[in-house]
């Protein structure tokens, strides 16, 4: 069964940064997904970034645009999110999502989820 691991997150002053790692492990195949979700207290999952194996990115949301960063070592099989100049309305559990697709798409299109690291930013 694949399994996805993160880790990283904590809690940091607006301005500053963290970086979240994931890995996913028992992986059998090399041309699939991966992305970043987040949900914050009382709002809906979002999607945040995607990235495939080739290294095509997908934004989904354009608040974190110039601010954060998703990069994947295929090698790995670990995902990287690197999240600068945070804002208060960037705390949220942040989930890493594993999927057995080549392309990024819809979070219902993941099959295989982390266990969400939280991120809090204060002002």
């Known amino acids: 069964q694949v399994k996805v691991v993160q880790s990283g997150g904590g809690q940091v002053q607006a301005g500053g940064s963290l970086k979240l790692s994931c890995t996913t492990f028992r992986v059998t195949y090399d041309d699939y997904a991966m992305g970043w979700f987040r949900q914050a207290p009382g709002k809906e999952r979002e999607g945040v970034l995607c990235?495939?194996?080739?290294?095509?990115?997908?934004e989904y949301t354009d608040s974190v645009k110039g601010r954060f960063t998703i990069s994947r070592d295929q090698a790995k099989d670990t995902l990287y999110l690197e999240l600068d100049n945070l804002k208060p309305e960037d705390t949220a559990m942040y989930y890493c999502?594993?999927?057995?697709?080549?392309?990024?798409?819809?979070?219902?299109?993941?099959?295989?989820w982390g266990q969400g690291t939280q991120v809090t930013v204060f002002s």
């Open positions: 999502a594993s999927g057995v697709l080549p392309s990024c798409s819809g979070a219902e299109e993941f099959a295989f």
């Open positions: 990235i495939t194996s080739q290294g095509r990115i997908t």
